[in-house]
């Protein structure tokens, strides 16, 4: 139909942690979904998958965004702006962009407080 049904799937060192509302029939999902995940102070990165949901088959992946540690510290008061996605699998060709801020705050009890909030794509 030339459209998808986009959700986000959130992963902290390759665990599954967090996954967004499916946005139905559209090439532009907006979602303006917050969370808030304590970070280990061992993490080495935060990957954040486009999915297209399908009913009748496994979904696809549409691409992936990966924020390091080193990233976040590089950007110390955070990061907002658009990433281009990465193909998951190298046989496949992968265009599109996801807009998110991303901020590490202090830490509580010696862990750190990551706000990401997956705003849109397209």
Do not use: N
Not at 5 to 28: F, G, N, Q
Not at 45 to 54: G, P
Not at 79 to 107: A, N, T
């Amino acid at each position: 139909t030339g459209s998808s049904d986009p959700y986000c799937i959130v992963k902290i060192d390759d665990e599954t942690i967090i996954r967004t509302a499916t946005v139905w029939k559209t090439l532009s999902p907006f979602w303006g979904e917050e969370y808030e995940v304590h970070l280990q102070p061992t993490f080495h990165s935060v990957s954040i998958y486009v999915m297209d949901e399908d009913a009748l088959s496994r979904d696809d992946v549409i691409g992936k965004v990966c924020i390091t540690r080193d990233m976040l510290a590089e950007h110390p008061k955070g990061y907002s702006g658009w990433m281009s996605l990465s193909e998951v699998d190298p046989d496949e060709e992968v265009q599109g962009e996801i807009h998110l801020r991303v901020e590490v705050q202090g830490s509580q009890g010696g862990r750190r407080l990551l706000c990401c909030t997956v705003l849109e794509a397209r």
